[in-house]
């Protein structure tokens, strides 16, 4: 498989994702902290966003359920784990906090780099930071 066949298709999806939280507003941190704040200046707006989110992921994966293989792979990339575990809760509790706090999350923190690199360079060096005391502290430690 040629390098741009490979590179090309996670270039556009990714560049997909990105001007979509853009035009969505998931890139601005103040309009995160206002849909997250349900008891006070609440702001529903982001939910027809992640609401928009879902509708084109059901119309992706009942096209993908029909598909022998992908276009672009010679085998499909998906989890195939469907259990709860105390690690992925306790994770996922700790990414939803820091979202609150922050008012952006990792997707919408890489995106903001076109936008206002200074702004979120704190978020993306505390991000990569957690990434590697997580490889240190836990993965490595796997054997």
């Not at 979509?20 to 206002?34: A, I, S």
């Not at 010679?74 to 906090?97: C, N, Q, V």
Request: glycine share 14%; hydrophobic share 55%; charged share 15%.
């Amino acid at each position: 498989m040629s390098a741009l066949r490979r590179l090309l298709p996670p270039l556009v999806s990714g560049t997909l994702f990105g001007a979509g939280l853009t035009v969505g507003g998931m890139v601005n941190p103040q309009r995160v902290r206002h849909f997250l704040d349900l008891f006070g200046d609440w702001d529903p707006t982001l939910a027809f966003v992640m609401g928009g989110a879902l509708i084109v992921m059901a119309f992706a994966w009942r096209i993908q359920r029909g598909m022998g293989r992908p276009v672009f792979a010679e085998t499909w990339s998906l989890p195939d784990r469907t259990d709860l575990d105390g690690k992925l809760i306790a994770g996922a509790i700790l990414f939803g906090i820091g979202w609150g706090i922050a008012g952006i999350c990792p997707g919408p923190a890489v995106a903001s780099l076109a936008l206002v690199p200074a702004k979120v360079l704190p978020f993306i060096a505390a991000m990569i930071a957690g990434m590697a005391l997580h490889y240190l502290t836990i993965e490595r430690t796997k054997g």
